[in-house]
Each structure stands twice: as structure tokens, then as C-alpha cells.
């Protein structure tokens, strides 16, 4: 195996896999702000299929007097989260998550999750029952529910209920925990004197198409685990897939598992309490007056039958909050919540990036500093793979050693090719050089690669993480710019024109290791490999700065230790000779 033929094949690969992702990034449409609609205004929806869940809710309530007032909203305070839960049709659609920034500068807006409608993104998770019969009065949009208490708390649970005037009472009990979870319990007690049906649900509305990262490695959108299989569907594939389906995108029955909308870093997600439990869950694309429109349901298969002075319940979780690696275990092990961490895009590599996190977790946790826990990451994972290197080093070593020889048989068999082949492996063998193994280094650090760089790009956690200096975001590129000369000149260059300092860093570790290897026989293929240092320079320079850190100082871990197997072999080899020549003159 040629190595260089190899490692060229490979950064071609990395470099096609960059540009597409970069064009991808490009040529994704930027969600301008629609003009917003009134507040408590209800979504126009299209017709639900008997026996499903509503779009908008189940319209059956009588007139709604013109001048009930204004909503009443129920207050929510936790440790983590903040807002308000509209008791007008029983909506969460106002929070605000305490512990994450907009930004990384100092007094940045924390970050709201869910918005009610007349904001730009309206953004909610619902509540409701259809009735299936038609013979019961279930809650709509806009009913007014009565809240048994003045605010939701981890301490404090609230329950919800409306009285139809019928003989029965609908009934939410929510529930919060310390993090990101609540727990709604819903429940129809009939007094009455005739058997009601009638089908709980919950669902999740995204009321306009949020502007997503557009990266080609990144999954936003729809997702979930149902029977035990990771589903995911961008926008714009649910959009085509519910196109000749009254814009049904997918509807699956399920037992237990989970659906919702992920973000880069956020997740609304509803799941059944019961991970047994048979549900059936589905996605949905409403088109209205040109805007988008998304929803996820989650509902009993089959309507409840509530005898008289029976009580029906349904019980399920929603998550809305950040997408924190931990947070999301302990809710699969302690729930029974199936494969929640996938909600995070670990991606092809899985096996690796995941452990990968935990490890540096492991370090932040003990140092303080995630980038100084990559730093020492790095040289565990340059340990790890010490003996497979350091055999590969010796190789590439012993041809840089050879390199004249094997140009003397290149040029004495130059009108023989076949004969210049059988030498050159003649040579391999006496001086014990295996020309594959120099493969191995490249073979090893393009999977940790990527999965590193998963692991700096999804995980919350490396968020607004800071290095040193200048380094305020690990996950983010290094701000500073060559072409400005680093801040000195007010001037902000495109984005083709970015060249950070770590970038640069990186780019000269690699040609300094560059030239510690044997170089190509093949004069075009040496020019080539010139160039090598330079376009990753330019193709990293947009890149996380922790990943650009981390290849910068695995470069410098392995220039050290080439330069100690050089030096070694250097000097055996002058060794040999030495001994060589005494053995000669005693003969």
C-alpha cells in the first residue's frame, strides 16, 4: 500500500465531505420572521382523521362569550427553568431555560425554548381529548381551565380541570421535577349517567419552520425512538413525505418510546409514563397561507370508555430543555425513557463519540478547563496507540534512511519497471521497512477525528466552554483573524477569508510533521503534498477551535515522537557501521 496515495485519497475525501457540508450550510434558506399573529389566536388546521388526535384541538365547546377577558397564564419556577403555562386551551408555551445564554458574551438573553402565539416562533406543547362519539363536550382551544394552585414548582404540582356542564370533568394534574421533565397525568371523571369515548392526547406545535444550522453531519427536526428504532426526518423530508398523505409524514404505533422536535443543543419531546404502554405516535405538515406548520402526537390507539362514575386516565412525559448527555441517561436508566440519549446526534460513530465524552468529561470535571481536558485526552489517546504508531514511525523512519538507495534503484532500473519493483521489495525486506505500515497513524486519527469533532459540536456541554486567551467557546471557531491582522484593523472579512491563529498553528505543526516524513517519489505527488498543510489550514479555519487545539497538539505529540524514533534509528544505524567496520578490519 502506498501511504501517500492513501493519505491522499483520504484528505480528498475529508476535503469533498468539508466543501459539501459547507455548500449545504450555504444553499440552506434562512427562515425570515413571519409577521406575527395575534395572541390567543388558534392555527388554522386541516380536518383530523377519525378516531385521531385533533390538529388543533377538538373544537366542540360552545360559543366562547366575546368579552370573557383576557387569558390567565400559570406561573412556573424551578431551579432550571422559568415561564408560563396558558390555562386558555392548557398550552406550555412559555419557557425559558436558566442555566444557557443566547451568547457567550456577558449579559446575553437566556435562552427561551417554547413561545406562545403572536411571537415570531410560536412554539407549545398541548393537552387535549377528542371525542370520538361525538356525544361528550371535551375541552377545546379555547377553553378556560382553573388552575388549583398559583404556581407550578418541583414542590408544587397543579392540577387543571373543566367542568362541561354534562356530567363530566376533565382533569390535568402537572408535575415538574428539578431539571427538564414534567409529568402530566390526564384524567375524565364521569358523572353522568350514559358510558362516554373519548381520546387523550398530547402533542407538540411548531408553529413556524425554525432556522436551522444546516450542517450535513447535524439531524434537526423531527426525531424520536418508536418500537425501539430511531426515526428522524429533517423539515423539508417530512414536507415531501406527507405530501400525497393529507401531510402525514409518519404515523407508527408504538410501545412506549418517545417523539419530538430536536435543535442543535434543545429537545421537546413527549413520551408515555408507561414504557409498555401501546401508543401511537405521528408526525405531521400543515401548510397554511404559504407558512409551514409541525406538529408531533402522541395518543391512546383506541378511545377510552368511561362508564358512569368510572374515571379514564392517560398518563405521559415531557421533556423540554437542553439536550445534556448525563441528564438524558439518568431519564433512559431511571424512566425507562428507550435510547433517549440518541435524541443527541452522536452519529456513525457512536461507540467511539460517546465514550469519548464521558472520558473528557471525566478530566473537565477533575481539571476545570475542557480544553485542557482534550490536551491531556489527546496524549492518553497517543498512549493508547503508542505501540501500533511507534512501530509505524520506525517504518516511516527506516524509508526516510533509505530514501537514496531507493532512488539509485528507481534511476538504475528507470527503463525497467517491473525489475525496480522486485528490488525495491528486496530492499523492504533485508531492511525490514513494511511500506503499509505508515498507513496506520492516518487509518487511526480519521475515525477519532470525527468523532471528536462530534463530540465538540453536539454536546451542550461544549458550549460556551472557554480555553485560554482569546478562546471564549470551544464548539465555536477562533475568532481571530489573520486578514484584520487579529483585531488591530476595524475591518470584519467574509467568511473565504478566515484565518485564525489556532488555524495557523495547526497548519505549521503540519508541515513541520510534513517534513519529518519520507518524501514522494512522484514529483507531481511531492508538489501536491506541499499544498497539503496549506488547504487544511484554510479548510479548519472555520472549525471548532477545540478541534483545531486538539489536531494542533496531537501534530506537536506526534513531530516529538518521530524525532526520538529518527534520532534512535539515526543512531543504531551509525552503530551498525561502526561495528561493521571493526568487524571488517579484524577479518
Known amino acids: 500500500m502506498d501511504q501517500k496515495r492513501l493519505f491522499a485519497a483520504i484528505a480528498i475525501s475529508i476535503g469533498i465531505l468539508l466543501a459539501f457540508d459547507l455548500w449545504k450550510r450555504e444553499t440552506t434558506p434562512v427562515q425570515e420572521p413571519p409577521p406575527a399573529v395575534a395572541a390567543g389566536q388558534a392555527p388554522a388546521t386541516t380536518a383530523p382523521r377519525p378516531g385521531s388526535p385533533a390538529i388543533d384541538g377538538q373544537a366542540a365547546a360552545a360559543a366562547v362569550p366575546a368579552d370573557r377577558g383576557p387569558a390567565q397564564r400559570l406561573r412556573i419556577d424551578s431551579p432550571r427553568v422559568s415561564g408560563t403555562l396558558l390555562l386558555r386551551g392548557a398550552r406550555l408555551d412559555d419557557l425559558v431555560l436558566k442555566d444557557y445564554r443566547e451568547a457567550v458574551t456577558a449579559g446575553s438573553p437566556l435562552v427561551r425554548l417554547l413561545a406562545p402565539q403572536g411571537e415570531p416562533q410560536p412554539y407549545f406543547v398541548q393537552w387535549g381529548w377528542s371525542a370520538t362519539a361525538g356525544r361528550v363536550r371535551v375541552p377545546s382551544t379555547d377553553t378556560d381551565w382553573t388552575a388549583s394552585g398559583a404556581a407550578l ?64 453531519i447535524l439531524h434537526e427536526g423531527f426525531v424520536g425512538v418508536l418500537d425501539g428504532r430511531l426515526n428522524e426526518q429533517t423539515y423539508r423530508d417530512a414536507k415531501s413525505n406527507g405530501e400525497n398523505r393529507g401531510g402525514l409524514a409518519l404515523e407508527q404505533a408504538t410501545h412506549g418510546g418517545w417523539a419530538g422536535f430536536t435543535d442543535k443543543y434543545w429537545l421537546t419531546a413527549v413520551a408515555p409514563v408507561n414504557s409498555a404502554e401501546s401508543m401511537r405516535a405521528s408526525w405531521r405538515h400543515v401548510s397554511d397561507r404559504g407558512e409551514d406548520r409541525w406538529q408531533v402526537d402522541f395518543a391512546t390507539p383506541q378511545p377510552q370508555a368511561v362508564a358512569p362514575g368510572g374515571t379514564a386516565t392517560n398518563s405521559v412525559r415531557v421533556f423540554a430543555g437542553a439536550k445534556e448527555v448525563r441528564l438524558l441517561d439518568a431519564y433512559q436508566d431511571n424512566l425507562g425513557i428507550t435510547d433517549f440519549d440518541k435524541a443527541i446526534d452522536f452519529g456513525w460513530f457512536y461507540f467511539m463519540t460517546k465514550p469519548f465524552f464521558y472520558a473528557l468529561d471525566f478530566l473537565f470535571r477533575h481539571i476545570g478547563n475542557f480544553g485542557v481536558a482534550i490536551l491531556v485526552f489527546t496524549v492518553a489517546l497517543k498512549a493508547l496507540f503508542f505501540p501500533l504508531a511507534n512501530k509505524a514511525y520506525k517504518s516511516m523512519a527506516r524509508m526516510k534512511t533509505m530514501a537514496p538507495k531507493m532512488q539509485e534503484i528507481r534511476e538504475r532500473y528507470k527503463e525497467d519497471p517491473a525489475k525496480a519493483q522486485s528490488e525495491m521489495m528486496a530492499l523492504y525486506k533485508t531492511e525490514k521497512i513494511n511500506p503499509a505500515s505508515g498507513c496506520l497513524p492516518i487509518l487511526i486519527q480519521i475515525p477519532v477525528f470525527f468523532a471528536l469533532y462530534k463530540v465538540l459540536f453536539v454536546t451542550i456541554e461544549m458550549r460556551h466552554a472557554p480555553f485560554y486567551g482569546w478562546i471564549q467557546d470551544l464548539s465555536a471557531p477562533d475568532p481571530t483573524n489573520l486578514f484584520n ?49 496549506l488547504i487544511f489550514t484554510f479548510m479548519l479555519a472555520s472549525f471548532p477551535a477545540g478541534l483545531v487545539i486538539y489536531w494542533s497538539w496531537n501534530n506537536l505529540l506526534s513531530i516529538a515522537q518521530q524525532w526520538y524514533i529518527m534520532r534512535h534509528e539515526r543512531a543504531a544505524r551509525r552503530q551498525d557501521k561502526t561495528l561493521g567496520k571493526t568487524a571488517r578490519a579484524k577479518g
Do not use: C
Request: proline share 12%.
Open 153 to 216: 414548582s418541583p414542590d408544587n404540582p397543579v392540577t387543571l380541570s373543566w367542568d362541561n356542564g354534562e356530567g363530566q370533568i376533565f382533569e390535568i394534574l402537572v408535575s415538574l421535577d428539578q431539571n427538564f421533565m414534567f409529568q402530566v397525568e390526564q384524567r375524565v371523571i364521569n358523572r353522568g349517567a350514559e358510558q362516554v369515548e373519548v381520546l387523550p392526547w398530547a402533542r407538540i406545535r411548531r408553529e413556524r419552520t425554525p432556522q436551522v444550522a444546516g450542517y450535513y
Open 485 to 533: 491582522l487579529f483585531g488591530l484593523i476595524p475591518w470584519d472579512p467574509p467568511q473565504m477569508l478566515h484565518m485564525p491563529v489556532w488555524a495557523i498553528i495547526m497548519g505549521v505543526t503540519m508541515y513541520l510533521q510534513q517534513k519529518l516524513n519520507p518524501a514522494p517519489p512522484d514529483p507531481i505527488q511531492a508538489k501536491i503534498f506541499q499544498f497539503m498543510p
